[in-house]
């Protein structure tokens, strides 16, 4: 296998992909498609003109990848934005797809990324984003694993933990990303939870109904980002926090608790509290100290900060960010947070800008730019 060959190739039949009409994120990962093949094809049939069969397979890459996409939209458009709670729909073969995906010959975290790639719709920016990876790691993470299975046959489908996983992260990619993923998230996860008797699973689909409950206030009507603070809980969905909390309550009972079902305590506290002040802060920090023995994770030890620091006050809460690396995303954002609170504006105000030059979306780079210029104004008054 030449993979100088492959690596001079590569940009040409790029651009040959986007003259045809394909978007450009779209033409990498189809690229990237026929990369793998390549590799697994050409050791014993090496075709008479390299560049052209990696343009064909390219190109039939991009066109199956759109199939694979307007069949997933046609999916969810026949169902309403705001899931219905009771009843679960028909089962479709989707949820199966899912679990194919994460066969036991891969690790946990690649068979969450393939199957967010061939079956979520999820382009590798958006999927290495939400590991906080580089694009070009995430890429060659999904290549290997695309490379492990092959050759292997799609009779053994892999744990629900990961399957769990990857519905977590299909979800919040719709509830705050690019892709309006949410509704077809909770749709499946209504399906694992009529099949399976399961507290993660329960655990994961209350989750998703509290957060959901609050998706029509989390953005104004130009479209910038309305902090939870300030949103109008008289819009929040009532009956789906009513759902999310009744599940949420019967996983609790049964004592196995995961960090779905924590991250959902967390979400009902917020859900519960009539107002902002009258958030219960000091028991979302004793969630989060459970949040954290579960998962050991440095974003839910920076959210924690945020937590401590409404509980406790500001400098409780910077102490507790004083721990955290400062390359986390979103760190700077919550250190701004923190110092606005203790007064200290200019310091705050930096943050901000520094925030937004880092945010992974317009939305949050606008709101961050705001909240360092409305702190610069406060400061020259």
Same mark, same amino acid.
């Given at each position: 296998?030449?993979?100088a060959?492959?690596r001079?190739?590569t940009?040409?039949?790029?651009g040959?992909l986007?003259?045809?009409?394909?978007d450009?994120?779209?033409a990498?990962?189809?690229?990237?498609?026929?990369?793998?093949? =390549?590799v697994r094809v050409?050791?014993a049939?090496?075709p008479r003109?390299? @560049?052209?069969?990696?343009?064909?397979?390219?190109?039939? @890459?991009?066109?199956?990848?759109?199939?694979a996409?307007?069949?997933?939209?046609?999916?969810e458009?026949?169902f309403?934005?705001?899931?219905? *709670?009771?009843?679960?729909?028909?089962?479709d073969?989707?949820?199966q797809?899912?679990? !194919?995906?994460?066969? *036991?010959?891969?690790?946990?975290?690649?068979?969450?990324?393939?199957?967010?790639?061939?079956?979520?719709?999820?382009?590798?920016?958006?999927?290495?984003?939400?590991?906080?990876?580089? +694009?070009?790691?995430?890429?060659?993470?999904?290549?290997?694993a @695309?490379?492990t299975?092959?050759?292997?046959?799609?009779?053994?489908?892999?744990?629900v933990a990961?399957?769990?996983?990857v519905?977590?992260?299909?979800?919040?990619?719709?509830?705050?990303?690019d892709?309006?993923?949410?509704?077809?998230a909770?749709?499946?996860t209504?399906?694992l939870?009529?099949?399976?008797?399961?507290p993660?699973?329960?655990?994961?689909?209350?989750?998703?109904?509290?957060?959901?409950?609050?998706?029509?206030?989390r953005t104004?009507?130009d479209?910038?980002?309305? *902090?939870? =603070?300030?949103?109008?809980?008289?819009?929040?969905?009532?009956?789906?926090?009513?759902?999310?909390?009744e599940i949420?309550?019967?996983?609790?009972?049964?004592?196995?608790?995961?960090?779905f079902?924590?991250?959902?305590?967390?979400?009902?506290?917020?859900?519960?509290?009539?107002?902002? +002040?009258?958030t219960?802060?000091?028991?979302?920090?004793?969630?989060y100290?459970?949040l954290?023995?579960?998962?050991?994770?440095?974003?839910?030890?920076?959210?924690r900060a945020?937590?401590?620091?409404?509980?406790?006050?500001?400098r =409780?809460?910077?102490?507790?960010?004083?721990? !955290?690396?400062?390359?986390?995303?979103?760190?700077?954002?919550?250190?701004?947070?923190?110092?606005?609170?203790?007064?200290?504006?200019?310091t705050?105000a930096r943050?901000?800008?520094?925030?937004?030059? @880092?945010a992974p979306?317009?939305?949050?780079?606008?709101?961050?730019?705001?909240?360092?210029?409305? !702190?610069?104004?406060?400061?020259?008054?």
């Open positions: 296998m030449n993979e060959l492959l001079s190739l940009p040409s039949v790029l040959i986007v003259r045809r009409g394909a450009f994120a779209a990498e990962d189809a690229v990237q498609d026929a990369l793998v093949e =390549a050409w050791p049939d090496p003109d390299p @560049k052209g069969w990696l343009v064909t397979v390219a190109w039939r @890459k991009f066109l199956d990848a759109t199939r996409d307007a069949a997933r939209h046609r999916r458009d026949l309403d934005e705001e899931p219905a *709670p009771g009843a679960v729909p028909a089962v073969d989707t949820l797809l899912y679990f !194919l995906c994460a066969h *036991p010959s891969l690790t946990a975290s690649s068979a969450v990324a393939l199957t967010l790639r061939a079956v979520g719709g999820l382009t590798t920016r958006q999927i290495a984003q939400a590991y906080l990876v580089p +694009e070009a790691t995430m890429a060659q993470r999904i290549s290997r @695309k490379r299975v092959s050759d292997v046959r799609f009779d053994q489908p892999g744990d990961t399957v769990l996983r519905l977590y992260l299909v979800f919040n990619e719709g509830y705050s990303g892709v309006d993923l949410a509704a077809e909770i749709r499946l209504r399906q939870a009529a099949a399976i008797d399961h993660e699973v329960a655990g994961l689909l209350a989750l998703m109904l509290l957060h959901h409950a609050r998706r029509a206030t104004a009507p479209g910038s980002l309305v *902090p939870l =603070a300030e949103q109008d809980r008289s819009r929040w969905d009532t009956e789906s926090i009513a759902e999310g909390v949420l309550q019967a996983a609790l009972a049964r004592d196995r608790l995961g960090e079902q924590a991250q959902a305590a967390i979400a009902a506290l917020h859900a519960d509290a009539p107002t902002a +002040e009258e219960d802060w000091v028991q979302i920090v004793e969630w100290d459970e954290a023995r579960l998962t050991d994770s440095p974003v839910v030890r920076l959210n945020v937590a401590v620091g409404e509980a406790d006050g500001p =409780a809460g910077l102490a507790a960010l004083a721990a !955290l690396d400062d390359s986390l995303p979103r760190h700077a954002a919550v250190a701004a947070y923190l110092h606005e609170r203790d007064g200290d504006l200019a705050a943050l901000y800008a520094e925030a937004a030059h @880092k979306n317009l939305a949050e780079r606008d709101h961050l730019t705001r909240q360092a210029a409305r !702190l610069n104004a406060r400061r020259c008054r």
